[in-house]
């Protein structure tokens, strides 16, 4: 299978800079993270509390996992974003055209 690259002819071309080193977990442990991790879409603050109450902490570890995925998939966006000055959907449709219509769908449909 063959990947369909973006050329530099529709996009310009990718900018690079140094990463900026990743702040130590240590520093950022606390309520800020899980926060942080759930405040990505509002309907964490309504699914997790009502699963809580009806579930008890039987879904309580789908919940640690949820949010431990998405503050390192959030910190490493933040990163490249950084060092290109491009946003993550522009990264992804470097790699691929097949990216552009699931970000278009997935922005679009919900």
Do not use: H, K, Y
């Not at 309504?46 to 390192?72: D, H, K, M, N, S």
């Not at 950084?82 to 992804?92: I, P, Q, R």
């Not at 278009?104 to 919900?110: H, Y």
Request: glycine share 10%.
């Amino acid at each position: 299978m063959q990947v369909m690259r973006i050329s530099d002819r529709v996009l310009p071309a990718l900018g690079r800079g140094d990463l900026p080193e990743p702040s130590p977990l240590r520093r950022m442990i606390g309520p800020s993270v899980i926060l942080a991790g759930l405040s990505i879409g509002s309907g964490e603050f309504v699914l997790w509390p009502r699963l809580t109450a009806e579930w008890g902490f039987a879904l309580f570890w789908a919940c640690w996992i949820g949010v431990t995925i998405q503050f390192f998939l959030n910190m490493e966006i933040e990163r490249w974003t950084l060092a290109t000055g491009e946003s993550a959907v522009v990264g992804f449709a470097r790699l691929s055209r097949a990216f552009v219509p699931v970000f278009l769908l997935c922005g679009t449909v919900p």
